[in-house]
């Protein structure tokens, strides 16, 4: 038998945080402009200026966190310029993505008031490597303070009375990057210093956030966690899918099966790095306190043709679903360490789950994945045991996993298994068997997402070319049946 899996539900693991299904919104090409924000006035149909159509599509999903305003925007954003009247508002060029002018019309009271409109968590990124600490201090008193203070006043002059709930902040953003290239010794003592007046205003705990590692530097991880673990409650990590290399970026679209299989190659690498860091974390914080917060992931393709290189506007195909199921597997299977994770980006830019054109709006196969996975959000991961082949694309080279799998229990006594397929030509029949179940499982329902092509895709003329459709599958008997998963697969099993 090449493939196999085991539920152990009597092997009950920590809660999945809901937040690792968050979400990223940068200041970056069309992510906002265009994509979230169209403005009251515009003809398309909006809530208050949010794109009607995106808002429902995300409450769809439970969308439970955003991050903004960046990503390296955040290190050169000045929170004062995107509030009060807009037609008073700075302008400024955005010099990290194509250079456009930013006119700030979307600021602090559009975002947090777009958090409220969704009911999701704000995660607010703040200005380390070109702000200051009366700054940074001054933008959380505004954001949070319940009482006569002269950034309170301000706020209400602005319009908005009472405060808002900040529940994440994170101090700087790839501080070892665009965010100032600091070390990792002086990042520790700028995190320290700045983190001292992010202050909690009131009953509500901001939850303290450190610019973590990018990729594989352990020693960013190490130095922080020795140097600055007790200031915080979450340590970032940015990682990013490609099929060759960051600097030789390929097509999102255009590509054979070797492409297939590196991309999906680097998307296994995404838990290595997760393990690596987390050891890391357990010398200082054994009793794994601290968050390891991954957000930013997702592919990272070369643009699409014809549009403007620094707006990182992509397709998103099958192969882009495939690491989503991948990635947010190994993520629920490390929920002891991983608290949350932002997919890059929310609209437009990168790994993006919904696309705009004008009035047309098309949800990608990332955005289906996502919806199909949102089971997870809150509910206990389950123990797995999972029997699988390898898929080699050289039969002489080392290949990856076939299947990725992750399991969870439901405050209603749901079981949910996610499964991905990482092989384009071979089906698998998978025998799926629940230990330790307290009660008879008699219901079983499945979805799949899959196409006849690699690189199919979702766009304007065909929207719902790729997305979940269901899948036949008997009912458990003596909690057990079996799956059959068609090549390149992502399936979703509910067992009741």
């Not at 700075?90 to 456009?100: A, F, I, S, Y």
Request: aromatic share 10%.
């Amino acid at each position: 038998m090449e493939h196999a899996i085991i539920v152990y539900a009597n092997q009950k693991g920590p809660v999945i945080e809901r937040d690792v299904y968050g979400h990223f919104s940068e200041h970056l090409g069309r992510c906002i402009y265009g994509g979230l924000w169209v403005g009251p006035d515009s003809p398309i149909p909006n809530i208050r200026g949010y794109r009607k159509d995106v808002v429902e599509a995300l409450k769809k999903i439970r969308i439970p966190n955003l991050r903004w305003p960046g990503g390296c925007f955040a290190d050169e954003y000045h929170w004062k310029d995107g509030i009060g009247p807009k037609e008073e508002r700075k302008r400024m060029v955005n010099t990290h993505w194509g250079g456009v002018v930013e006119d700030n019309s979307f600021g602090t009271h559009e975002f947090m008031d777009l958090c409220e409109l969704l009911e999701c968590k704000a995660y607010v990124n703040g200005n380390v490597g070109s702000g200051t600490i009366q700054e940074m201090q001054e933008w959380v008193e505004y954001m949070t303070f319940d009482g006569d203070s002269p950034m309170a006043r301000l706020r209400a002059k602005n319009g908005r009375e009472k405060p808002w709930k900040l529940p994440y902040f994170c101090v700087g953003n790839e501080n070892w990057g665009c965010g100032g290239n600091m070390t990792p010794e002086h990042y520790a003592d700028r995190y320290r210093n700045f983190q001292t007046y992010v202050r909690n205003y009131g009953k509500d705990k901001i939850y303290k956030i450190a610019g973590g590692p990018n990729v594989a530097d352990y020693k960013w991880t190490e130095v922080l966690m020795r140097e600055a673990a007790r200031m915080m409650d979450g340590l970032s990590l940015h990682y990013y899918t490609y099929e060759e290399r960051w600097e030789d970026k390929k097509s999102a679209t255009v590509f054979d099966e070797l492409g297939w299989f590196k991309t999906l190659k680097n998307a296994y690498r995404m838990d290595e790095l997760v393990a690596n860091h987390s050891n890391i974390m357990d010398k200082y914080d054994p009793e794994k306190r601290i968050g390891l917060i991954v957000d930013e992931w997702g592919c990272w393709h070369e643009a699409e043709p014809g549009t403007n290189p620094g707006f990182l506007y992509q397709q998103n195909t099958l192969r882009d679903a495939l690491v989503a199921g991948i990635t947010l597997n190994g993520f629920n299977n490390r929920a002891d360490r991983v608290r949350m994770a932002n997919l890059a980006q929310l609209a437009n830019v990168l790994q993006s789950p919904i696309l705009t054109e004008g009035p047309d709006m098309v949800l990608t196969p990332t955005y289906h994945v996502l919806d199909m996975y949102k089971n997870h959000q809150g509910a206990t991961l389950l123990a797995t045991g999972l029997a699988t082949g390898e898929y080699r694309h050289d039969p002489s080279a080392k290949g990856i996993p076939a299947l990725s799998v992750s399991a969870s229990l439901s405050t209603a006594g749901e079981i949910t298994l996610t499964v991905t397929n990482a092989n384009p030509k071979k089906a698998a029949r998978v025998p799926v068997s629940v230990s330790g179940h307290s009660g008879a499982l008699k219901n079983a329902r499945a979805e799949v997402l899959t196409a006849d092509r690699m690189n199919a895709l979702n766009d304007f003329a065909h929207p719902d070319a790729v997305k979940a459709r269901p899948l036949a599958v008997a009912a458990p008997k003596d909690g057990s049946l079996e799956l059959e998963l068609p090549p390149m697969s992502v399936v979703t099993l509910t067992l009741s």
